[in-house]
C-alpha cells in the first residue's frame, strides 16, 4: 500500500496547538490502557454532563427545533444530552478503535448486508461505500477490516497541525485521503485502478449544491455522485447504529438505484437527493446518534 497523502499545510502551529498535542497524545496513551467498555463509557459521561452547557449546544437545539417542531422542549434536553454523550463515546473509542479488530473486539460488532456486499463486488467495478456521522462513523473503515476487503476513506485534517499522525493512525485497509483538491485526484487515481472508496456525505459542504435534506435545503456534496456516474460504481449505503453496552450493528443496505439521462446536472442532484433521504430516515430513527452540533444548514 502507498503512503496516505499528507493534506496540504494549512498554517504553522501555535503554543496553543503543542499544549492540546501534548494533552490528546497523553489521553491517547493512558485510554489504550483500559477497557473498551470503560472507555467508552467514560467518554460519554464526561461529554453528556458537560456538553449541553457548551456553545455548540445552541446551533444543535435550534437545528432541533426546526427539525422536530412538535417535540416538547424536555425531548429536545433529552436528545441534545444523548448527541453529546454519543459524541464523547465516539471521541474516547478513538484510542481503542483497533481493540475491534481483536477476536473479543469483533463480537462488539454486528454486521448485516454481506450478500449486498457480494454482490456489488460481483459487478466488477469499484464500489463507493457512503455514511453518515452516525454512532461511530470510525467503524466505517474498521467493518471492512472485520469483514476482509478494502476500502480508502476521504477525511477531514485536524485543524491542530501537530494531530495529523495521531488521525493517520486510524485502522482500516486502505488509504486515508484528506479532503480537497489534490484528495478527489488521489480518490479518482484510486478508483481508476478499480479500488473501492468510502465516504461520509452528511456534512454541509458551500462548494456543493443545494439538496432537501430533513426538510430543509442544505448545501450538499457530489463528488459521490460524480464518481458513481464515471465509473459506473455501484454506491452501497452503511448505516451505523449504537447499541447498549458499547456495542454496534452496521448494516450494508443494496446499491442504491442510479438511473441515468443525458443531463448529467440532473443525475448528480437526484442521486444526491436519494441519498441524503436515506440519511434523513436513519438520522430520524436515532436523532440522539447524528451530529447536530454543526452548521449543516443556512441561518
Not at 60 to 73: I, Q
Request: charged content about 20%.
Amino acid at each position: 500500500m502507498t503512503e496516505n497523502l499528507t493534506p496540504v499545510k494549512t498554517r504553522e502551529a501555535t503554543l496553543m496547538d503543542y499544549i492540546s498535542a501534548g494533552f490528546a497524545y497523553g489521553a491517547m496513551s493512558i485510554l489504550r490502557l483500559l477497557p473498551f467498555t470503560f472507555v467508552s463509557a467514560l467518554g460519554g459521561n464526561i461529554a453528556s454532563t458537560f456538553g449541553p452547557m457548551l456553545k455548540p449546544s445552541k446551533n444543535a437545539r435550534e437545528n432541533l427545533k426546526r427539525t422536530f417542531p412538535d417535540k416538547h422542549e424536555a425531548e429536545i434536553e433529552m436528545i441534545l444530552r444523548g448527541v453529546w454523550e454519543n459524541m464523547g463515546r465516539t471521541a474516547f473509542e478513538f484510542a481503542v478503535m483497533d481493540h475491534l479488530l481483536t477476536p473479543r473486539g469483533k463480537q462488539r460488532v454486528e454486521i448485516e448486508g454481506q450478500d449486498n456486499i457480494n454482490a456489488a463486488f460481483a459487478t466488477g467495478k469499484p464500489v463507493l461505500f457512503f455514511g453518515a456521522h452516525l454512532a461511530n462513523w470510525e467503524l466505517l473503515p474498521v467493518s471492512a477490516g472485520i469483514i476482509g476487503f478494502g476500502v480508502h476513506v476521504f477525511y477531514r485534517a485536524p485543524n491542530n497541525p501537530l494531530l495529523q499522525n495521531l488521525f493517520a493512525k486510524r485502522h482500516g485497509p486502505g488509504e486515508l485521503i484528506p479532503k480537497g483538491a489534490p484528495g478527489a485526484k488521489r480518490a479518482f487515481s484510486k478508483l481508476k485502478k478499480g479500488e473501492n472508496l468510502g465516504i461520509l456525505v452528511d456534512q454541509k459542504l458551500n462548494d456543493g449544491i443545494s439538496v432537501p435534506f430533513m426538510g430543509r435545503e442544505a448545501m450538499t456534496g457530489t463528488a459521490i455522485a460524480e464518481f458513481a456516474l464515471r465509473f459506473d460504481a455501484p454506491l452501497i449505503p452503511i448505516q451505523c447504529i449504537r447499541l447498549p453496552g458499547a456495542r454496534f450493528k452496521l448494516i450494508y443496505h443494496p446499491a442504491l438505484e442510479v438511473m441515468r439521462t443525458d443531463d448529467k446536472k440532473t443525475d448528480v442532484r437526484t442521486i444526491m437527493t436519494d441519498i441524503n433521504a436515506i440519511m434523513e430516515g436513519w438520522i430520524r430513527q436515532h436523532p440522539d446518534q447524528w451530529l447536530w452540533l454543526h452548521n449543516r444548514w443556512p441561518k
